[in-house]
């Protein structure tokens, strides 16, 4: 089942993907997020939660692997 996550100041909520309920969270104040799939509105938040820390996870990796390539090429060069 697919969620809308909205956000209101910090607070985020999971609601069912309906359109006409998304557009009156939307009126009423909240922000629009992500559209997830999940189980149920607690999954849908933490589906989201994974989704953020994979998006932060997969650039530092790469800078922790390329960083030591950088200077040691560097090193061998001078």
């Known amino acids: ?3 809308y ?3 209101k100041q910090q607070k985020l ?3 069912p993907a309906d359109v006409q309920s998304c557009k009156q969270y939307i009126n009423s104040g ?3 997020v992500d559209k997830v799939a999940a189980c149920n509105e607690t ?3 933490q ?3 994974a989704k953020k820390a994979k998006a932060f996870k997969w650039p530092l990796t790469m800078a922790f692997i390329t960083l030591p390539i950088i200077f040691i090429t560097w090193y061998a060069l001078t």
Do not use: G, S, T
């Open 1 to 3: 089942m697919d969620f």
């Open 5 to 7: 996550v909205l956000k």
């Open 13 to 15: 909520i999971a609601i």
């Open 30 to 32: 909240y922000l629009y």
């Open 43 to 45: 999954n849908a938040l």
């Open 47 to 49: 589906v989201l939660h």
